[in-house]
């Protein structure tokens, strides 16, 4: 069949045509590929809006055209878009082809003959290649209700309960003994100084009541296998040594322990638990845990003052790590953060200076809740500091630790500075390397901060000592500064150094993130799907990510990712079903030699090897059709759909501009 194609190069405002001399592309194309079937080839200013679509459909219909190039941005942006105007004019999807002549073209080249030279190879090679596309039809897997949301911090809950809400099951799995996360640390939220509690608990509760959420905290997932609609996951549930049926969480065996241990997680090592615990009074589940480690009991083989005090028997030392398999369609990411560890910036002295506390300690000083009840205090635990130092960006946007800004240090510095004002009257000082406000009503919680006294000095902090030059400085923390407003060195003493942590991605985000089939930035966070347009789900279909899981935010940020995370959820469950793309590898078997190099290969853990047959077979419903493993097997036995030798080596043809001629019968 001779096929009749259409040529359409975008100018994309001047993003193309600025460089690129597109109308010569379009002329070029009709003339010289003519022969390859071009029979329409045109240039418009916006191709992806509705009139360039419509441009396109037309053409379709009207010169019943066979194959599609659009000479645009990538594929990765507008594909899609190209696709489904060819569908809806009756051409299959897959036989349009994006030639990429801005990223690949104009946004790399300054010359333009140069550029307008490239991007006609770039569209003779996308021309010979489209001639060797196939139609190809969309594969349809069914959805399972059921919602798999990992981590219970504000943005999980959130997102828990949006699916909940809506009718449909969730499991809400959390490694901690309760649900919260960092947000149940905290006192006060900037900028409105609500009470973190008070707005958090009810949420908690919520969700640990629902009847459509199955609550699976102080337990992890351990492995996950399937595809979206269709995942299968296992969760360890740690024995807890608590018979959940039968406590009342009277927290009679808390007081009853003997075995004190400082509580590093909770109290950030400014508190004690017991050695059976709820991590803090609202925490749900309300019944607690114990921590074997830790356990007389478990150490010594004595003790049992826990079980004997237990007015319901709940305690049982016998209970097993149990695991729990469950199906599951979807699943929400919401594993968070850790914060920066400020040991580190050893110039701070963390660690070695005692009064330099981290902002998480100094959200459990400043808790009511909290080791002192909210006194604001020294390491002694009694002195009221008379000036304290606040240092921004501890760990961010410092090029030795990490490079990003973590969004939230500079409102939580200047929280930290009003609670200090507000509650000791101290002398306060914010050491900022530039104040970063955004977001509704953070600007005017800077604007009050500053009518309240709180002294600001720019500059990035050299160092914290207690190395006294002069008298003023005597038993006090001195912060050594270049101060770049004043234009000057200052040493500023204190009694006490408050540093704003940043944020870092969890210890273990790349292990977990390949537990999911999901890739992370060079940062370490996970990697969104598209930054702008589609930042809460991931390259895996099913799978979605939100809150500090995804990068550095606040708690409205998180509060809305888990919402937004919640409505791809529905929309996906309520279709019933989900059209996969067909661009798919598979694996030729009688060419299969069964060496297995693509097997620990596929990102996306779609290749099993057949024992029996000796060869690899690849699941299609989990393949992205990513090409490695088509690029890796020696054999050359896996071809994928789409990327085909064929289509390969033409698109080569045409780049090189081999095409040119028509050969001679
Ligand atoms: S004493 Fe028994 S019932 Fe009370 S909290 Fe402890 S385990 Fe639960
Ligand atoms: S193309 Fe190969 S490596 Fe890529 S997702 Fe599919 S099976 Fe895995």
Known sequence: MTEKIGVYVCHCGSNIAGVVDVEDVAKWAAEKLGHQGVVV??????????????????????????????????????????????QNAGLNPYLVELASIREQVSWVHTDKAVATAKSKAVVSGAVSRVIENAPLDEIKVPINPNTLVVGGGIAGIQSALEIANAGFHVYLVEREPSIGGHMAQFDKTFPTL???????????VEAGTHPNITLLTWSEVVNVAGYVGNFNVTIKKKARFINEELCTGCGICQEKCPKKVIDDVYEAG????????????????NFPVMDKENCIYFEKGTCKACEKFCPTNAIDFNQQDELINIDVGNIVLATGYDLFDARRVSNYGYGRLPNVFTSLEFERLSNAAGPTTGNIVLRDGKTVPKSVGIIHCVGSRDRNFNNYCSVICCMQGLKFAHLVHERTG????????????????????????????????????AEVTDAA???????????QTEDTLAGKQRRIPVDMVILSSGLEPRHDAREVGKLFGISCSMDGWFTEKHPKLDPVSTMTEGIYIVGCAQGPKDIPSSVAQGAAASARVLDKI????????????????????????????????????????????????????????????????????????????????????????????
């Open 574 to 665: 309520l279709q019933k079903e989900v059209a996969l793309e067909p661009i798919k590898a598979t694996v030729n078997k009688e060419m299969c030699s069964g060496c297995r190099i693509c097997n620990g290969l596929c990102p996306f853990n779609a290749i099993a090897f057949l024992a029996d047959d000796n060869v690899s077979e690849i699941n299609p419903a989990l393949c992205q059709g990513c090409g490695t493993c088509v690029a890796a097997c020696p054999a050359g036995a896996i071809s994928g759909t789409g990327f085909s030798n064929e289509q390969i080596i033409a698109q080569i043809d045409g780049l090189l501009m081999r095409n040119l001629e028509p050969v001679e019968a």
């Open 194 to 204: 609500d009470c973190s509690a008070c707005i958090l608990t009810p949420r908690m």
């Open 469 to 479: 030059r002069y008298s003023n400085e005597r038993g006090k923390l001195i912060i």
């Open 41 to 86: 080839a045109r240039d418009y200013k916006f191709m992806c809006s509705s009139l360039g679509q419509e441009l396109i459909e037309k053409d379709i219909k009207e010169l019943g055209l066979t194959r599609v190039v659009v000479a645009a941005c990538s594929p990765h942006l507008h594909e899609k878009t190209f696709r489904i105007a060819a």
């Open 426 to 461: 101290a002398t306060v000082y914010n050491f900022y390397i530039d104040m970063r406000t955004a977001y509704k009503a953070y600007d005017e919680f800077y604007q009050r901060v500053l009518e309240e006294g709180t002294l600001f000095v720019r500059g990035k902090v």
């Open 270 to 285: 400014l508190g004690y638990r017991k050695a059976v615990y709820t991590p803090f009074a609202q925490a749900v589940p």
